[in-house]
């Protein structure tokens, strides 16, 4: 079976705290993708990768960083972080534009 | 920047009727169109994806596709209270991998 791998399920941080979330892929994908999903807003890109060592910018950058050092992880990191980052957040990756594989995401509050 | 709109529900649909779900997009170079499943406390799964006008059939699920229009539905056949969940349209230019989701339409079967 396909899997991605989100490090933790829930997550609770301070204000002005640096988060890292982790996502782990098993497919030899070169996408992977960092979503961010709120109450009537949607699923919203944040940041996604094509390739190790490369990223570009989604919808919503602000706030947010990546690292893709190798192939099969791609880190979201929470610089400082602020209540309105507080968020369920979706890793995901693909080989092509079809299918996303999504991880089982996770929401982090912050405080 | 691309705008994909559906109507955010809930939709209530009796068991065994057929359920119609419905998605607009605002840019007219889209060219793949996908509709993904969420259950409630899970992560999106993909179910159907169309790429050329009319419709495509898998199973009990229809989506249809109406470039000149501009929208992409997809139809339940024989609804079960197992199809009960949110449901996602996307859609992506041809060969780029970022695709753009809908804030997705909650469907409630009734049993």
């Known amino acids: 079976d396909v899997k991605v791998t989100q490090s933790s399920r829930y997550l609770v941080k301070r204000t002005g705290e640096k988060v890292f979330l982790e996502c782990v892929q098993d497919m030899d994908h070169e996408n992977m993708f960092w979503y961010r999903q709120d109450p009537g807003l949607g699923l919203r890109l944040i940041y996604f990768s094509y390739d190790v060592k490369m990223k570009e910018k989604g919808d919503i950058p602000e706030g947010y960083s990546v690292s893709r050092e190798k192939k099969e992880r791609f880190s979201l990191i929470l610089e400082s972080a602020s209540t309105n980052q507080t968020s369920m957040y979706l890793c995901?990756?693909?080989?092509?534009?079809?299918?996303?594989?999504f991880g089982s995401g996770t929401q982090l509050s912050v405080l | 920047q691309k705008e994909v709109e559906q109507n955010s529900g809930p939709l209530s649909v009796p068991e065994g009727a057929i359920a119609s779900l419905n998605c607009t997009y605002s840019?007219?170079?889209?060219?793949?169109f996908f509709w993904y499943r969420q259950y409630s406390g899970k992560s999106p799964e993909l179910i159907m994806s169309?790429?050329?006008?009319g419709d495509k059939e898998d199973g009990r699920f229809t989506a249809q596709l109406n470039k000149a229009s501009q929208y992409v539905s997809l139809l339940i056949r024989d609804s079960q209270p197992s199809d009960s969940a949110t449901y996602l349209c996307a859609v992506n230019d041809f060969g780029n991998e970022k695709l753009t989701f809908g804030t997705g339409t909650r469907l409630t079967i009734i049993p």
């Open positions: 995901a990756s693909s080989s092509t534009y079809e299918k996303l594989f």
């Open positions: 169309i790429y050329s006008n």
């Open positions: 840019d007219r170079v889209s060219q793949s």
